[in-house]
C-alpha cells in the first residue's frame, strides 16, 4: 500500500503544482497570455484503428486528417521540452494506442520523469501472455478499455470488425497479469458508453464486471465525434439521433429542446492542450485535423506556441474579447461548444 501510495505522489513537484494551480488561476480572471505550462495533456499515440466505430472520425476512414503512428523520438523530444511540467499524460486520442510498437518504450519513459499516463484502448486485438506482461509491467496509471456492449451481437452493433469474446479474453488475461505481478498500482476500467442499442444490457454490464472483477464507468455517448464542434446541436440530432438512449440519465441531450443537457464553460485553452502523432498542436481532443494546428512542435517549441497569436486569440474569443486571428475555437464558440 505504501508503495502504491508513494507512486501516486511521486508526480507531484512544486512546479507542477504551480502549474496545475495557475491554470485555474489565469482563467478566472481572464488572462489570455499565461506564466506557465499546462499540467494536464493528450499525446495522440497515433490515428491508426483497427475498427470502424461509426462516430469516430477515424472508424469512417476521413482522410481529412494525415494518418500515422508517433515515434518514440518524438514523444521524448516533447517530454525533454516540458515533461518537468507535466503530471499527466493521456497517451491517446484517435486511435487505438496497442498499435503503435513504441507505446511501452514511451510510457516508460514518461514513467522514469515521474510522469502518470493513461490510454484508453478497444483491447480488440491480438495479445499473448508476453504482450499482457509487458503492459502490466509499464505502470501505466490507468488503462481504459472501451466495450460497448455485454453481448457479442450488441458489441458489433457499434464496434464494427470487432470480437466481443477476444475483448472479454483480453480484459481477464490483463486482470490476472495485474494480480501475479503484483501491480495494484495500475486501475483497470471497463468503459460501457450507453446508446439506444445497449441500454438494455447496462445491469448485465455491472454484474458482468462484478464477476471479473473490474471497475466498470457508465458514459454517456457523444454525436459524430469529427463533426460535433463545427455543427449545432440541431444537425448533429438530426444525423445521429439514432444511436441515442432513450433513459434521459443516459443522454448527452435535451431530445425536446434539440441541445445538450449542461452548458460546457471551456477551459481547455488554459488548462491542456493536445499534441498530435506528427508534432502539430491542438486546443483539444476534439479537433480531428491538423488543418486546425495551433503550431507543430517540430519547428517550434511549446513555449512559444503556448503564448502564440492562434492561442492568444483563441483565449481572447472564448472570454467574449475582440481578437483578429481566427481559430477552430472560434468556430465551436458560435456552436455553442457542443463539444461535452
Request: positive net charge.
Amino acid at each position: 500500500m505504501l508503495k502504491d501510495l508513494w507512486r501516486h505522489l511521486r508526480i507531484y513537484s512544486t512546479r507542477k503544482l504551480y502549474n496545475l494551480v495557475m491554470g485555474k488561476i489565469q482563467f478566472s480572471i481572464g488572462s489570455t497570455h499565461l506564466y506557465y505550462h499546462p499540467a494536464k495533456i493528450t499525446i495522440e499515440s497515433g490515428n491508426i484503428c483497427n475498427l470502424r466505430c461509426p462516430l469516430c472520425p477515424t472508424g469512417q476512414k476521413d482522410s481529412s486528417a494525415r494518418k500515422g503512428l508517433l515515434s518514440f523520438l518524438d514523444f521524448k523530444r516533447v517530454i525533454d521540452e516540458i515533461g518537468n511540467d507535466l503530471l499527466l499524460i493521456r497517451l491517446y486520442n484517435w486511435g487505438e494506442p496497442l498499435l503503435n510498437k513504441e507505446l511501452i518504450k514511451m510510457v516508460e519513459y514518461a514513467d522514469q520523469k515521474r510522469i502518470a499516463v493513461k490510454i484508453s484502448t478497444n483491447l480488440d486485438l491480438p495479445i499473448d501472455d508476453t504482450q499482457a506482461e509487458s503492459v502490466i509491467k509499464a505502470n501505466l496509471q490507468k488503462i481504459y478499455i472501451s466495450c460497448d456492449g455485454a453481448s457479442s451481437s450488441t458489441y458489433l452493433t457499434y464496434h464494427i470488425d470487432g470480437d466481443f469474446n477476444r475483448v472479454m479474453s483480453n480484459m481477464k488475461l490483463l486482470l490476472k497479469k495485474k494480480k501475479q505481478l503484483g501491480n495494484s498500482y495500475t486501475e483497470l476500467i471497463w468503459l460501457f458508453h450507453v446508446f439506444s442499442h445497449n441500454e438494455h444490457e447496462i445491469e448485465t454490464a455491472r454484474a458482468m464486471a462484478k464477476e471479473i472483477g473490474i471497475k466498470l464507468t457508465i458514459n454517456k455517448i457523444r454525436t459524430d465525434m469529427g463533426k460535433e464542434i463545427f455543427e449545432t446541436a440541431e444537425k448533429s440530432l438530426e444525423r445521429d439521433s439514432k444511436w441515442l438512449p432513450e433513459n434521459p440519465e443516459y443522454n448527452t441531450f435535451d431530445m425536446t429542446e434539440k441541445k445538450p443537457r449542461r452548458k460546457f464553460n471551456c477551459h481547455l485553452l488554459w488548462t491542456e492542450t493536445v499534441i498530435n502523432w506528427d508534432g502539430n498542436i491542438l486546443p483539444c481532443c476534439s479537433v480531428y485535423s491538423e488543418t486546425h494546428s495551433f503550431g507543430n512542435i517540430k519547428e517550434d517549441s511549446f513555449k512559444n506556441i503556448w503564448n502564440n497569436t492562434k492561442y492568444l486569440s483563441a483565449r481572447k474569443e472564448v472570454l467574449g474579447r475582440k481578437n483578429s486571428t481566427k481559430t477552430v475555437c472560434h468556430t465551436c464558440k458560435a456552436n455553442d461548444y457542443l463539444y461535452i
